[in-house]
């Protein structure tokens, strides 16, 4: 349904409708222009060649600097969403099961079914601040449990997993013998202090999945990274070589500048974004909406006693606003996904409409 709602909002701006894009995580923010000039030095110094699958050594000596691990744990990928991709391919192609859970990104469940690896869905629920059980946790892995997927923050609560419970989670995985992924991916610009995976094992026994589309408003960019154990870092890269080959140079040069101002652009974008939050959140509060107030950007996933959030997000579309409904990311029909990803005062008019409309 989310992608359903994303092609239905482009469809009514083609017939000249105009649309307030609450509905993707795509920020608004322009990519900053010395990450952008950053990019035109490079293609101009001709590095616009095959280069290696790895990624290039000085960007993976840098993010292997920020992380505590060595150069060999991290590969380079074209955006977070292939390296999820290519970790669960490889570590799942030949069956198994994936625990998740929700509500979550929807991308997960859709790579697991594509490679034919089944999933089990954990639920959490806003009423428990969306912490997970651990007891329902370790009941539900099996002798064919190869992982365990952790979005932290989470998308689309904006939620972070408390230390307690991401170190039960953790002794858990690790008594099981089964692997952790965490997608990290809006961790550097959360609002509170986020307890990586990495805390927990320097010998990367776990996988985190992370990028740069959200830190450095670098979406379209597509480059991401996957820091884990030397081996499986080895095996993507001879999946890149035989499909991607390589993240354009020129790109890792970006990426690398953007490294270089990150906590320069981190706090602007982290500012901008608890700006947001505070307006969605009094907004919401005063119509008479349930949520967890976000933890990090970008997302509200508010609910409302009795709302099928389908039909709901539909009727919005049509008055003039994007959103997703809740069950694009799990069995949430009383909940939608509000992205504040758009202007100020076009996410002040959303907001008023959709307090509006469930009225």
Not at 219 to 239: F, S
Not at 250 to 279: C, M, N, P, T, V
Request: aromatic residues 8%.
């Amino acid at each position: 349904m989310l992608y359903e709602i994303n092609e239905k909002a482009l469809k009514l701006e083609s017939e000249g409708k105009k649309i307030i894009r609450l509905n993707l995580g795509d920020p608004d923010m322009a990519t900053p222009p010395e990450i952008v000039e950053a990019a035109y030095a490079s293609m101009k110094a001709g590095k616009t060649k095959y280069a290696s699958s790895y990624g290039e050594t000085r960007l993976r000596q840098k993010l292997a600097e920020a992380h505590g691990v060595k150069v060999e744990n991290v590969v380079i990928t074209p955006g977070s969403k292939w390296g999820i991709f290519a970790t669960m391919f490889l570590m799942m192609k030949g069956g198994g099961n994936v625990i998740i859970p929700t509500p979550y990104w929807t991308a997960y469940d859709l790579t697991a079914k594509a490679i034919g690896a089944k999933t089990k869905l954990l639920r959490t629920e806003l009423e428990n601040d969306w912490k997970v059980d651990l007891e329902a946790l370790e009941s539900m892995i099996d002798k064919d449990t190869r992982m365990i997927i952790l979005n932290n923050p989470n998308n689309p609560t904006s939620k972070v997993i408390d230390p307690e419970t991401l170190d039960g989670i953790v002794e858990i995985a690790n008594k099981k013998g089964i692997t952790i992924l965490s997608d990290e991916v809006y961790g550097t610009i959360a609002f509170t202090k986020t307890k990586s995976i990495l805390e927990y094992d320097g010998a990367c026994r776990h996988i985190l999945s992370n990028g740069f589309s959200k830190t450095f408003t670098m979406t379209g960019w597509r480059i991401g990274y996957i820091i884990a154990n030397k081996m499986l870092v080895d095996n993507i890269t001879k999946l890149n070589q035989i499909t991607i080959n390589n993240v354009p140079v020129f790109i890792q040069d970006a990426a690398l500048k953007g490294l270089e101002l990150h906590r320069e652009i981190a706090s602007k974008i982290k500012e901008k974004y608890r700006h947001r939050a505070d307006l969605a959140t009094t907004k919401l509060a005063a119509a008479g909406f349930k949520f967890s107030k976000p933890d990090a950007p970008f997302y509200v996933f508010p609910k409302l006693d009795g709302l099928d959030s389908e039909k709901f997000t539909l009727n919005l579309l049509d008055k003039g606003v994007a959103v997703a409904p809740g069950t694009a990311f799990g069995d949430y029909r009383e909940h939608f996904r509000i992205s504040l990803t758009a202007p100020d005062e076009e996410i002040e008019v959303a907001l008023d409409k959709i307090c509006e409309a469930a009225q």
